[in-house]
């Protein structure tokens, strides 16, 4: 009976090491263990066997034997079950699928990738540089020495572990950048984040969105210029747009100008937007100064160039009247996903 006893363990062993992912592997367990020729019978046949006195106990580890067999097969037999519907849980199957939704581009890069793809066509190129500049690229070479009234307007964030790094103020760095690495004639357009150390309020942030360009050739004029900005403002907003050039003063540039369109919320009549003048500025502008160009060893004899950065949250709010520039960085979806733009 000992001998028995043993056999039984190890069948015992066997089963629980017994692995069935399909029905018909639980059946083969069925059959070897619980069919009519399975190893139940067979053990249960011994019982003739064993001598009188102990068939009592040998009676009992049969039956718990039987009941583990059973109990083994019930168990790979819902496991199956479950994985053979998708899982734990039952699945219906004829519901509909999960839905996962697409993200909308955000507005900013909406309006940016209009910007990018109008002076795309008149022949500019995309340049980037860096968010973390060193005071030559954003001040010192756009003609802004150290003590230059003009920098307070544009303090910003420096980097302790060096004294002459900052967050770049404005885009215009990236024209020293190109200039460095690049020969007349040169045609940019730069879009990109810039920083100022500002109070975060709906007109002001202390992080806002720019595009640069610059262009720089043999015979360049104000009034290509003009032109250029005119198509563009055109192109971006349609033909009844109104542009006027008001004289203005950047260190980068001379003669300077800022531009002013008729105002899109009002159509020109007067509102909070364009403080009730009708018009809203949109950008700076100017003819490259020539200290700017021999900066980078470029002839101003020879080459004249223009420049213009303007702000894209600006562009976006009169494209799409948003009032407050807090909610272009809230990344609250109920207004993100008003703009589908396809661009
Ligand atoms: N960098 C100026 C700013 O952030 C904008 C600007 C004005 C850029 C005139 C230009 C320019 O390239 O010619 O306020």
Redesign the pocket.
């Known amino acids: 009976m000992e001998q028995i006893v043993q056999q039984i363990e190890q069948y015992k062993q066997e089963m629980q090491a017994f692995e069935a992912t399909t029905p018909a592997q639980v059946e083969a367990f069925r059959i070897k263990y619980l069919g009519t020729k399975g190893l139940v019978k067979t053990v249960m046949g011994e019982m003739k066997n064993v001598p009188n006195e102990q068939k009592k106990v040998f009676g009992q580890i049969l039956n718990e034997f039987k009941e583990f067999a059973e109990a083994r097969y019930t168990a790979l037999k819902e496991q199956t079950e479950g994985v053979a519907a998708g899982g734990d849980q039952q699945r219906d199957i004829t519901l509909p699928g999960e839905v996962f939704p697409v993200g909308t581009r955000h507005p900013l890069n909406i309006v940016r990738n209009q910007i990018v793809s109008i002076f795309g066509r008149l022949g500019f190129a995309v340049a980037e540089g860096p968010e973390i500049e060193d005071d030559w690229h954003n001040f010192g070479a756009?003609n802004l020495p150290e003590d230059h009234p003009a920098r307070d307007?544009?303090d910003t964030f420096y980097i302790s572990q060096n004294p002459d790094w900052l967050l770049r103020?404005?885009?215009?760095s990236v024209?020293a950048r190109v200039m460095e690495t690049q020969k007349p004639p040169i045609r940019v357009i730069c879009p990109g984040r810039?920083y100022r150390n500002e109070t975060i309020s709906a007109r002001a942030h202390c992080f806002f969105h720019?595009v640069?360009?610059?262009y720089i050739d043999e015979n360049v004029s104000f009034a290509d210029l003009k032109q250029t900005l005119y198509f563009f403002v055109q192109e971006l907003f349609g033909k009844h747009v109104k542009v006027r050039f008001r004289p203005?003063y950047?260190p980068?540039?001379e003669p300077?100008a800022?531009m002013d369109i008729s105002c899109q919320i009002c159509g020109g009549d007067g509102c909070n937007i364009c403080k009730h003048t009708g018009w809203v500025e949109i950008?700076?502008?100017?003819m490259?100064h020539p200290k700017v160009l021999e900066n980078f060893g470029i002839d101003s004899n020879k080459y004249t160039g223009?420049?213009?950065?303007?702000?894209i949250e600006r562009i976006t709010q009169l494209k799409y009247q948003v009032n407050d520039l807090r909610l272009y960085s809230q990344n609250d979806v109920r207004f993100l996903k008003q703009f589908t733009g396809a661009v």
Do not use: P, Y
Request: proline content about 0%.
């Open positions: 756009m307007m544009q103020t404005h885009t215009s024209q810039v720019q640069e360009g610059l203005s950047f980068f540039t300077s800022e950008l700076g502008s100017g490259v223009f420049a213009f950065g303007m702000g």
